[in-house]
């Protein structure tokens, strides 16, 4: 059963924007810890951005001033807003977190990632 789920990845030309959404599952009681990674091809997953329970951000340098986390406890959401895209964006973007579960407890989850691909 899939925690995570992200939407809204694409195809977008350089200089434009996407937003990237993830949702927890219904079953999901809490959730904590946020963050955007993305792997681009023949490159190790790298982190994006992250977000805490006090709304404290922190981004790569790569997209510092480009990107912007949000996250929303209470709807068990998170979403990564992409401004002025390069070549180099393009990648799969995963969304990560400790989701809490009755089932398991906390765990650390994955989303299944969605691909972006800015064309020049």
């Known amino acids: 059963q899939a925690q995570l789920v992200e939407s809204g990845g694409g195809l977008v030309q350089a200089g434009g924007s996407l937003r990237l959404s993830c949702a927890a599952s219904a079953s999901v009681l809490g959730i904590n810890n946020m963050a955007w990674y993305r792997q681009a091809p023949g490159k190790q997953r790298e982190l994006v951005a992250t977000i805490t329970t006090g709304d404290y951000t922190n981004y790569s340098d790569s997209v510092k001033g480009r990107f912007t986390i949000s996250g929303d406890h209470a709807k068990k959401m998170m979403w990564l807003q992409m401004s002025s895209l390069k070549p180099e964006d393009t990648a799969v973007y995963y969304c990560?977190?400790?989701?809490?579960?009755?089932?398991?407890?906390?765990?650390?989850?994955w989303g299944q990632g969605t691909q972006v691909t800015v064309s020049s």
């Open positions: 990560n977190a400790d989701i809490l579960t009755g089932l398991y407890g906390w765990r650390n989850y």
